[in-house]
């Protein structure tokens, strides 16, 4: 066991003895503990790293799929000490059935707090909505945050560098605070423990039949979408969207799920496109390693207002915000076989540029959607309709967080085309 964490660990427990135990003094209890012991600043990474491997003497360790790994560095039946490391990893937004305090030892974070509100169950877990962002914010290391369990602590975390270690001095489950709720933007809450291997199943042989072209693929998903109830029915909803929307077949499906739950249905629609932008934003972050970029895809992951982005990027850096995100773009613009892409826009192909001249009209398009100036007439010698084509591309991707506000009056296409 490493002695900076057996020290901290003991001290912890000293303190939280003298209060007897008490729960709700928990949180402040490891937070100061972490403040005072200040990790980021006094434990060795690497002498960590080759203490654990080396020496037997490890403290219980478990195989939780939590972190990328998790290391338990002390442990005592009544709370204990983790380190998390994160190497790709983006955490869903959800709350705790635990309490305590987590630090930032290594690296930085994109951190985000939620109110879920107008809560009300379908089943005991999954349960309709309205998630709310409350606050966000940039952990640099040395950060102590406490953690309460409870839908009173709704947060997400998005790790900015490679590899970021977190360290979380927390108890082992606190009596009466589960589920331990995932939510998914903006009206869905669902426990994630909970299994329903017969569904787990069923999205299986539907991978299966995708991965074979089943030619039956869209009306066997009619059939099931009309049999199942509200909860199973999401739940295939969710697994067949993309291939759903690949093979023209989404909107027949979806009026069918409509059809079936009527206005229970309704908050489900705006949740499930949210999916898909979302994974889109989350795998690109595998591939990109660059912490500016990665600073921008959680940004874009996390905040809507075009403000509130642009002044979390002029706090963590210097110069003109949209000056920056317009050389972001020109570094993240990419050529692939299936086109060129801004992130999860992509280029008009029907409009016939070759792929040089696509980027460079893409860039510039995104340039005046970003500004909000007015496009010239024959911009790149495009006609009205096709320069539309490409801010309407814009529009329905994560570059709408920050079209600018339209002036009262005018419409989208107005301000775009004229
Ligand atoms: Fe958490």
């Not at 909970?194 to 693929?217: F, I």
């Not at 790149?380 to 600018?404: C, M, N």
Request: proline share 6%.
């Amino acid at each position: 066991m490493d002695p900076f964490f057996k020290k901290l660990g003991d001290s912890v427990y000293a303190q939280w003895k003298k209060q007897n135990f008490d729960l709700t003094l928990f949180p402040e209890t490891a937070r100061k503990a972490l403040e005072r012991s200040n990790p980021s600043h006094h434990v060795d990474l690497s002498e960590l790293i080759h203490e654990f491997l080396i020496s037997d003497e490890q403290p219980f360790q478990t195989s939780s799929g939590f972190g990328q790994p998790e290391l338990i560095a002390y442990d005592n039946p009544k709370f204990y000490i983790q380190l998390l490391f994160w190497l790709d990893g983006t955490t869903d937004i959800h709350q705790h059935e635990f309490s305590g305090a987590f630090h930032v030892m290594k690296g930085s974070s994109i951190h985000s707090h939620y109110d879920f509100v107008n809560a009300r169950s379908v089943t005991p877990h999954f349960c309709l909505g309205d998630l709310k962002l409350k606050n966000v914010q940039i952990l640099e290391a040395g950060s102590t945050v406490p953690i309460t369990s409870g839908k009173s602590c709704i947060h997400s975390l998005f790790h900015l560098e490679t590899p970021s270690v977190t360290v979380v001095i927390r108890t082992h489950t606190d009596p009466g605070t589960g589920p331990q709720f995932t939510y998914l933007p903006h009206h869905v809450a669902l426990d994630p423990v909970h299994q329903d291997p017969l569904t787990m199943r069923r999205k299986q042989l539907l991978d299966v039949l995708e991965r074979t072209g089943s030619p039956d693929y869209g009306d066997l998903v009619a059939e099931m979408i009309r049999e199942l109830d509200f909860e199973r029915g999401f739940f295939i909803l969710q697994n067949c969207i993309g291939h759903l929307g690949n093979l023209g077949e989404w909107d027949r499906i979806w009026h069918l799920f409509e059809k079936r739950h009527g206005s229970l249905a309704t908050p489900l629609a705006p949740t499930l496109r949210e999916i898909i932008r979302r994974d889109a934003l989350t795998a690109m972050r595998s591939t990109i390693e660059d912490v500016e970029h990665r600073f921008f895809l959680a940004l874009l992951l996390n905040i809507e207002g075009r403000d509130e982005i642009l002044q979390m990027i002029g706090k963590k850096y210097r110069g003109a915000s949209l000056f920056t995100v317009n050389r972001w773009a020109s570094e993240l613009i990419q050529v692939t076989d299936s086109g060129s892409w801004l992130l999860d826009a992509s280029f008009p192909e029907e409009l016939g540029f070759e792929p040089e001249d696509q980027q460079q009209i893409f860039l510039e398009a995104l340039s005046y959607f970003l500004s909000g100036e007015k496009m010239p007439p024959k911009f790149q010698g495009l006609s009205k309709a096709e320069a539309f084509r490409i801010v309407d591309v814009l529009d329905k991707s994560s570059w709408k967080a920050l079209r600018p506000p339209l002036p009262s009056g005018k419409s989208k296409t107005r301000l775009s085309r004229s």
